[in-house]
């Protein structure tokens, strides 16, 4: 496994993760950085728990589209593993975090995937969860952008999903506006 660690700088944590989040920040950065391989590990969660401390879970990529797990499915998995039967995942879970790394761009908050919003949904409505915006005046990603390339002086290239921006906390059930709660 190719490990990032010693050629990554420390990510510095974005605008907006609460102070009282650093720590989470931190954890999946850290374990992001040890695991990190492209195409196959670019994601890593971190999830506060109320009384079992903070879980982590990195994405793992198969070669099958579909068999691929994200990174917040692996830590709910972590914090289920480590929750008494008498606790449900509704109480416990505090905080969900994910961070994406991009070589050449660094570290930054990743939002949940829509398969990643009907989960944490469906085990922590109430918990917290960080969004990443990118700046106002941000093209968004992939939008063809002019550039200047020196061997020819112009060229045309998509814009990179950057990494600066900044991290918003949100309520989970606040990302899924027009979910009707279902029993099951
Ligand atoms: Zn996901």
């Known amino acids: 496994m190719t490990s990032i660690s010693g050629s990554v700088p420390d990510t510095p944590p974005p605008p907006g993760l609460a102070l009282e989040d650093t720590d989470l920040w931190d954890a999946a950065v850290s374990l992001l950085r040890r695991t990190y391989r492209s195409g196959r590990h670019e994601v890593a969660a971190a999830v506060r728990t109320r009384s079992s401390g903070i879980h982590v879970g990195v994405h793992m990529a198969g070669s099958a589209g579909r068999t691929s797990i994200c990174a917040e499915g692996m830590a709910l998995g972590a914090v289920l593993a480590a929750t008494p039967p008498e606790l449900s995942l509704a109480d416990e879970i505090d905080t969900v975090l994910a961070v994406l790394h991009r070589p050449g761009i660094g570290m930054r908050i990743v939002s949940a995937c829509g398969v990643c919003r009907e989960l944490l949904f469906d085990y922590c409505p109430e918990a917290w969860n960080y969004v990443h915006r990118f700046p106002d005046d941000a093209p968004p990603p992939g939008t063809p952008e002019a550039v200047y390339l020196p ?34």
């Open 151 to 184: 061997e020819t002086g112009r060229g045309i290239r998509e814009v990179p999903a950057l990494a600066p921006g900044s991290a918003e906390r949100l309520r989970v059930r606040e990302l899924m506006p027009a979910k009707n709660v279902r029993s099951w």
